[in-house]
C-alpha cells in the first residue's frame, strides 16, 4: 500500500507558466483534497472533492484549477503560475465520514512549488 | 465554523508528559475534536480524535471536558522524536468532504534532552 502519492516532489516555474499536480491514493477513498502551506503557517483548503465526479472550492481557490479523474486521481493546476502560489502543496484522502464515527485524512509526501 | 486557539509554542524535557490544551468556545453540537502531528517535511498524521470525556490509543490520550469549549492532548513519556507542530482541529466529520476543517498555525512542541 503506497497510500497517497504525488508527484512531482519539487518544482520551480517562472511567473506566468503553467503546471499540474498529481495526487493519487490506493485506499479506495472516496474524498479527496488539496492544500497549500506556506512558510511557519497551517494548512489551508485549495479545493476538495467529495467524490469521483465533484469537486468544490475550500477556502484558497483563486488561481487553482482540479480534476477528480477517477477515484484514485486528483490533479491540482495552476494555470499561470505566481511568486504568490510558492508554497508547499498537500493533498490529501479520506474515508467520508457518518457511521465510521470520524473520518481521518491521509496526507501525501507534499510538492514544493517555488515560482520565480 | 468553530475557531481553535493553542499555545504558539512549548518545550518540555524528554521522559516528561506533555499536556497541549486547545480552546474552541464555539464548537457545535456535531462536531469532532481532531488532533494531527506534523514532522518537518511531511504532511500531517492523525493522532487522535474524540467527542466527549477521554479517548485514549497507543500514542495520545485526549481530554474533553462536559462543555466541550477545550479539550487537551496529552503525550506521556515524550522523546525527541516527539518534537513536531501538533494541530488542534474541529468540524463536523460527518459532513461531505470535511470542508469545515481547518488548519490553524498550531503548536510547535521542542523536545529537551
Known amino acids: 500500500n503506497a497510500g497517497v502519492t504525488q508527484t512531482p516532489k519539487f518544482q520551480v516555474l517562472k511567473t506566468g507558466q503553467s503546471m499540474t499536480l498529481q495526487c493519487a491514493q490506493d485506499?479506495?477513498?472516496?474524498?479527496m483534497y488539496w492544500y497549500r502551506q506556506d512558510p511557519g503557517m497551517g494548512l489551508r483548503l485549495i479545493y476538495y472533492s467529495a467524490s469521483e465526479g465533484t469537486t468544490d472550492k475550500g477556502e484558497v481557490p483563486n488561481g487553482y484549477n482540479v480534476s477528480r479523474l477517477n477515484k484514485r486521481e486528483f490533479s491540482l493546476r495552476l494555470e499561470s503560475a505566481a511568486p504568490s502560489q510558492t508554497s508547499v502543496y498537500f493533498c490529501?484522502?479520506?474515508?467520508?465520514?457518518?457511521?465510521?464515527?470520524?473520518?481521518?485524512?491521509?496526507f501525501g509526501p507534499g510538492t514544493r512549488l517555488t515560482v520565480l | 465554523l468553530a475557531k481553535t486557539t493553542q499555545p504558539i509554542s512549548m518545550d518540555s524535557y524528554e521522559g516528561q508528559e506533555v499536556n497541549i490544551t486547545c480552546s474552541h468556545n464555539?464548537?457545535?453540537?456535531?462536531?469532532?475534536i481532531t488532533w494531527y502531528q506534523q514532522f518537518p517535511s511531511q504532511g500531517p498524521r492523525f493522532i487522535i480524535q474524540?467527542?466527549?470525556t477521554k479517548v485514549t490509543n497507543e500514542v495520545a490520550s485526549l481530554f474533553i471536558p462536559a462543555d466541550r469549549k477545550s479539550s487537551t492532548l496529552s503525550l506521556p513519556r515524550v522523546s525527541l522524536s516527539d518534537t513536531a507542530v501538533y494541530y488542534c482541529l474541529v468540524g463536523d466529520t460527518f459532513s461531505i468532504g470535511n470542508e469545515k476543517l481547518t488548519f490553524g498555525t498550531g503548536t510547535r512542541l521542542t523536545i529537551i534532552p
Open positions: 474524540g467527542y466527549k
Open positions: 490529501a484522502s479520506s474515508e467520508l465520514g457518518g457511521l465510521a464515527g470520524y473520518n481521518e485524512q491521509f
Open positions: 485506499m479506495n477513498h472516496n474524498s
Open positions: 464555539n464548537i457545535a453540537t456535531n462536531d469532532y
